[in-house]
């Protein structure tokens, strides 16, 4: 028996899928070249004779988030996503740079970027103050940003309404309680979360990527956490990696193929110079300048690739 599905649950190539009519079913990809993720569209078959329901072909996708490799390769994330929620936290210690990473795959896929600063019952007043100023950069660049607590059902409201008919993946380092938002979002979920380490370094608390239906509607995709990610370079727009503040300011650059490093004429750098454009945003460009190159040299002549550009909203 034929039939299509969602993959609402993957770990390595563990799948769990579900079919039109709400069925749930344990599966396998069938060939190695099938490499379905969580979000997937797939076409499945009943093997009744092994009491199996094997995946055959991952159907076509409206986007998919990848990250680099350490040799400039991709591997799939998840699929079909119409926004991606990075979420930081008091503890552990935000690693914005990471952060940025993820906001800028959000952009170059052309999809929804939310800032989402969680556990804020643990901020005094002074870290208030301090949250407010890490959040200002990504506000005057565009981006939404909302602040909550897992703890405090009363917070989780802004976030609610921003995740309403989306299909939102929740990313971001370990420990930072994307599990226990989405406990306190979804009812009736058992999910499984943890402390942090000794050294405040979050621990992986999920380790599949899960996809679960939101009551307001819409469905948000837990993902596990990370201590790095760099997008995969063919995913990035080449020209301002991602960064919207770049891509408005680039069209004022003197050359067309500027990299907003050591150019002369650069309008980017001049605006970090003269602080109209965030001096650590603009230092995280950088930086992911330098991998994009340093990834793109590892590939080889052949393998570089000439992605096209895509529009940063």
Known sequence: MKFEAEVIAAYGRHLRVRDATGGEHDARPFGRRVQAVCGDRVACEHDAAHAEVHVTEVLPRSNLLERATARGGAEAVVANLTQIVVVIAPAPAPDLFVADRYVAAAASLGIEALIALNKIDLLDIKAQADADAMLAPYRQAGYRCVTCSATTPESLAALRAELDDHVSVMVGQ???????????????????????????????????????????????????????????????????????????????????????????????????ENGTLDARRYESYRRLRRLFEDLREKRGPGQRGNPARRPIR
Request: charged share 20%; with cysteine.
């Open 174 to 272: 370990s420990g930072v309680g994307k599990s226990s938002l989405i406990g306190a979002l979804v009812p009736n979920l058992d999910i499984a979360t943890g402390a942090l380490d000794r050294d405040a370094e979050g621990r992986h608390t999920t380790t599949s990527a899960c996809r679960y239906d939101l009551p307001g509607g819409g469905a948000i995709i837990d993902s596990p956490g990370v201590r790095d990610f760099a997008p995969a370079i063919d995913a990035l727009e080449p020209s301002s990696l991602g960064f919207s503040e770049v891509d408005r300011l680039s069209t004022l650059c003197r050359f067309a193929d500027c990299q907003h490093l050591r150019e002369p004429g650069c309008a980017v750098r001049s605006a970090a």
